[in-house]
């Protein structure tokens, strides 16, 4: 059954405020969350220690519940400050395989951790010629991999600018087939789109969780497969990566996962957010909020006024909660913001994001201020 959408909209006190279509660039919070973290702010200031040594056993259960949204063991997940950080202790790890395949313009933590290493880098374009639309093209990747024999391919689930969203099922079987080792950022996709691991297996797959996922700041996720760990030699660690009071580094005994990556304290209040965010969405239902995310950018992009061209004119199954239009209309962005309309404004483009608490009438409010 659909959830009851207006009565979760309650729960998100920005939504009387604003006319919200910025998740793309930050997910509302909701009361729950907001006193989540009140909670916490107040235990640590009564309790101390005592507060925080209950924590360590609350960080397991964010892992687990972490695990359980994207199919995988909570050994195989690491809880990280933000996408970017994941990123930079990934990449010298993997410096032994060399090359790595990018897709131009993606998300520059992306793409710039691999240069400042110093990788063979290879770039595949998102405006292939020919092509009336920004989309990334799976034969050309394929084709690049294994012309180049590139070693690892690393791309955004969901893109940024545009909501271009890549078949990762066909990329993962892709990468099989050329013994690449594929590296996805998850940022944009995390709590719009149902993730399934052991339907779509990848080797590293890291996200921040406060735009889709609605947690809140200081959260990131960093899922690796254990073959990856045992494969290559830690390139960070520290107490926290084995919870051992054990001064000298010795990798057999320490039994080296995916924590090896929290290398100090967690923003423990942050992941306590985390964790009561994917109850929320759990109870919503993970496929209810990308079929309600469709609808509501569907049902946009078929009203748009004529002079406005859609970038992201994308099939259903290439699309989440991200539209990208083009506007000749200068005074626009003035508009909307006098509307309390909140979306995020490139150039001559503008980024609309909707999520499961927008409404189709936000959506009619939007485009009779554009038109
Ligand atoms: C694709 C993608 N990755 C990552 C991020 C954010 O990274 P971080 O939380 O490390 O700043 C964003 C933010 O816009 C993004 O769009």
Known sequence: MDPDWQKIRANYPATENYTYFNTASCGLISTANLN??????????????????????????????????????????????????????????????????????????????????????????????????????????????????????????????????????????????????????????????????????????????????????????????????????????GKGSTGLYDSVYQPEKMGLQARIFEVGHHNYGAFLVLSQTLNEINEMGIHNIYNRVLTLTQYFKERLPEQYTIISDYAPEQSTGIVAIKSRDSKIIEKLKQEKIIISARGEGLRISMHFYNTLEEVDHLLQVLS
Not at 129 to 142: G, M, R, V, Y
């Open 36 to 237: 989540c973290n009140q909670r916490y702010q107040n235990l640590l200031g009564q309790q101390g220690s005592v507060y925080r040594d209950t924590l360590f056993d609350e960080m397991q259960k964010v892992k687990t519940a972490v695990g359980g949204f994207i199919q995988t063991e909570p050994e195989n997940i690491a809880l990280i400050p933000n996408f970017s950080s994941g990123m930079n202790y990934i990449v010298p790890m993997l410096k032994s395989l060399g090359s790595v395949l990018l897709i131009e313009n993606d998300y520059p933590s992306l793409t710039l951790p691999w240069q400042l290493h110093n990788y063979e880098v290879h770039w595949v374009p998102q405006n292939p010629p020919q092509a009336s639309k920004d989309t990334i093209n799976l034969d050309q990747i394929a084709e690049t991999l294994r012309a180049k024999s590139i070693k690892i391919l690393a791309i955004s689930w969901v893109q940024y600018a545009t909501g271009f969203t890549v078949a990762i099922k066909q990329l993962s079987n892709i990468c099989k087939e050329n013994n690449t080792l594929l590296v996805v950022d998850a940022t944009q996709a995390l709590g719009a789109i149902p993730i399934d691991l052991t339907d779509t297996p990848v080797d590293i797959l890291m996200g921040s969780c406060y735009k889709w996922a609605t947690a809140g700041f200081g959260n990131g996720i960093l899922y690796i497969h254990p073959d990856v760990v045992a494969q290559f030699d830690t390139p960070v660690i």
